[in-house]
């Protein structure tokens, strides 16, 4: 009996659904089941256009339109984060996290309608489907927000639209439907929301560390869509328009995005930096650890280059190299959770500008580094990167990141969750580092018996579970702030549900899995 690797993704995804709302039930709950289920629908409309080349803009290749686990992760996240925030009293955090809530059921309902308008002929149930989840959040909106807190939504809603369209245009083939909802998606509500805070400085407070991922984020976003325009009608390898780029890219940073920051912070932001990065000898420590690491990781890189140069025939890295970076980069996140989180967060969204920067320099050939990062970064390659962009390393970095930057911070007392929730910032270590790096490793080179429908084995998932209850256990002994109390069980089921994601899911599992095990981690 052949078994449909999507009906087997969306089945998991629904079970994630379920075990939300056994734990937390409010007005948002029908609405996100209605959704789930037109986005069941919807998917379909999404592959058959893929298949048939009838989608407007080119997705990436190989893999299905990954509507339903996309359209389910914002929801859930504002929905999860307003039951701490509510719990902990915090009025003001409580209200976001419902814009939250209802913003991502707003996109991803958006997302639907267009697949709908250009499936001929028509699909008539599934219309009527997605009229009915539609109407339910638009009432639910209406009874749930106030004035100021839809026309929020709009704003991110509008933010979407525009840039949905230069982000699919100027770059084919880099995301599915689903994918870019995640991305786009976030993006527009970071957008969104600084330019919220920017109108409204007196108002202004909180930790400035929360203000550095914002600002990167636009900086670079701007930086990305100015010269992808202006390079469509020049020359992109010369040393004048190198020198441009590199002009253009000193002026946004020191002359636009300095001074920006410097609203929010209320300082200059490099004597901030210089501050809080000698605040004590264990910062400098763990900033010279790291440092270490960036030199080994560049040295893996530039010895299966040699090895390629070397070789008599064409070289690749394989599934166990690439998973090499997967290690460095969880004794990188590891020291830094235990000890600074903080100093972490700070240097990860470093990390991240640095990364894009790199990848700009690379798509562009902006000498003298250009052409250089293309013959390195081909080696590592793999069927996920079919668009013009290399963006293996950076859905890397997001997985590993997006637990501590989107960690409750506000909502958690002296910045502690109880049970599993003091799991929360180390959910991608988990998912990322440890569950997808030995589910790779032992599934490619011991693996037997293949899941039905699908190239990953159950050895491999059972490895990574395995290996993820004796990380928990390690983390247990290094992190003294953590303290499961009795949420044994619910660690295990949760990290067995997203092992299930992981060998059904075709979407990038690096940036859709930390999301799902940080939303069951924190109920």
């Not at 789930?36 to 409309?45: C, D, G, R, S």
């Not at 219309?127 to 209406?142: E, R």
């Not at 998973?323 to 700070?346: M, S, W």
Request: with cysteine.
């Amino acid at each position: 009996m052949q078994i449909n690797p999507v009906l087997v993704e969306s089945t998991v995804v629904l079970a994630v659904v379920l075990c939300v709302h056994t734990v937390v039930w409010n007005q948002h709950s029908w609405c996100i089941i209605a959704l789930f289920i037109q986005a069941f629908y919807v998917q379909h409309k999404w592959d058959r256009l893929i298949r048939s080349g009838g989608a407007v803009f080119q997705f990436r290749p190989a893999a299905n339109s990954g509507i339903v686990p996309a359209s389910m992760v914002m929801p859930l996240l504002g929905l999860v984060l307003k039951e701490k925030c509510s719990a902990s009293g915090n009025v003001y955090f409580e209200r976001f996290t419902m814009v939250i809530t209802v913003t991502g059921m707003m996109l991803a309902l958006f997302l639907s309608l267009i697949a709908l308008g250009i499936t001929r002929p028509v699909p008539t149930n599934t219309c009527v489907i997605a009229g009915m989840a539609g109407s339910a959040i638009l009432y639910t909106t209406k009874q749930t927000l106030t004035v100021s807190e839809v026309i929020e939504v709009l704003e991110v809603l509008l933010i979407f639209v525009y840039l949905s369209l230069i982000v699919l245009y100027l770059l084919p083939r880099c995301f599915t439907p689903g994918e870019a909802l995640l991305i786009v998606g976030g993006i527009s509500l970071i957008i969104n929301q600084l330019i919220k805070r920017s109108l409204s400085l007196a108002e202004v407070k909180g930790d400035p560390v929360n203000y550095f991922l914002p600002v990167v984020v636009v900086g670079s976003l701007l930086l990305g869509v100015f010269f992808a325009l202006l390079f469509c009608f020049m020359e992109s390898e010369t040393w004048v328009s190198s020198l441009f780029f590199h002009m253009m890219t000193a002026v946004l940073g020191l002359g636009i995005l300095m001074p920006w920051l410097s609203l929010f912070i209320g300082r200059h932001p490099i004597m901030w930096l210089l501050d809080f990065v000698t605040l004590n000898d264990r910062r400098l420590c763990l900033l010279g650890y790291w440092v270490l690491l960036a030199s080994v990781a560049t040295c893996v890189v530039l010895h299966q280059n040699y090895q390629r140069q070397s070789g008599s025939k064409k070289h690749q890295a394989s599934t166990v190299v690439r998973k090499y970076f997967h290690l460095i980069v969880v004794a990188t996140y590891v020291p830094g959770l235990v000890y600074d989180r903080q100093l972490l967060h700070v240097a990860s969204v470093g990390c991240l500008a640095v990364f894009l920067l790199l990848e700009y320099v690379r798509y562009f050939r902006i000498r003298p580094m250009g052409q250089l990062l293309r013959q390195l970064l081909t080696l590592f390659l793999d069927e996920r990167d079919s668009g013009p962009l290399i963006l293996t390393h950076i859905y890397l970095l997001l997985g590993m990141s997006l637990p501590i930057w989107l960690f409750p911070m506000p909502c958690a007392p002296k910045g502690i969750l109880p049970g599993a929730g003091g799991l929360v910032p180390y959910a991608g270590v988990l998912a990322v580092g440890v569950g997808d790096t030995v589910a790779s490793v032992f599934g490619s080179t011991m693996g037997e018996i293949r899941w039905p429908g699908t190239k990953k084995t159950m050895e491999g998932t059972a490895t990574s579970v395995f290996a993820q209850i004796i990380a928990v256990a390690m983390f247990l002994i290094f992190d003294g702030s953590i303290n499961l109390n009795s949420t044994y069980s619910w660690i295990v089921g949760s990290i067995t549900l997203v092992a299930m994601l992981e060998a059904y899911t075709s979407q990038i599992d690096n940036l859709l899995l930390p999301l799902y095990l940080f939303i069951l981690l924190l109920l």
